[in-house]
């Protein structure tokens, strides 16, 4: 009964400990993958697709960012492999700017974005945790 009282408290910070860095984690990845992309190629409000030379072999590599839409579902890494980045998403949304960053209005036009914002709610059992990022596109001509 002792383990059990010391256990839970310990597991159920653990778990909030989990989804924060997850979701950390996953933003340092994307905004990498966005500071380094060479071409943005679609331009969802639940996904994303560029272009990046990610592993310096001289070859641009396609990569996806998407979720499903469905709350529980993970944010996923589309490249050679697919990797789920945050797992419990309850809501995802990319925003898309231009140069002086001024909002781009749906259907977004890939060409056009030179920034993009991302807000994520991801959510185990009773903690809900948010994050807001927001990259500019440094490589795209």
């Keep these: 009964m002792v383990f059990d009282s010391l256990f839970r408290p310990f597991y159920s910070q653990e778990k909030r400990t989990g989804i924060k860095s997850e979701s950390a984690r996953s933003f340092i990845r ?11 190629t679609d331009a969802q409000a639940a996904s994303l697709r560029l272009t990046a030379d990610t592993d310096d ?13 469905s709350a529980g579902d993970p944010l996923e890494r589309v490249g050679d492999v697919t990797l789920p980045l945050v797992s ?17 209005s749906s259907p977004v036009s890939a060409s056009q974005v ?7 709610t991801a959510s185990t059992q009773n903690e809900t945790f948010q ?7 440094r490589n795209l001509s």
């Design 30 to 40: 994307l905004a990498q993958d966005l500071r380094e992309a060479t071409s943005l």
């Design 57 to 69: 072999n001289g070859v641009d590599e396609t990569i996806q960012y998407s979720w499903s839409g």
């Design 131 to 137: 994050l807001r990022s927001q990259t500019r596109l």
């Design 114 to 120: 030179r920034a993009v914002a991302v807000d994520l």
């Design 88 to 104: 419990q998403v309850t809501s995802l949304a990319f925003s898309y700017y231009v140069a002086n960053y001024n909002l781009l």
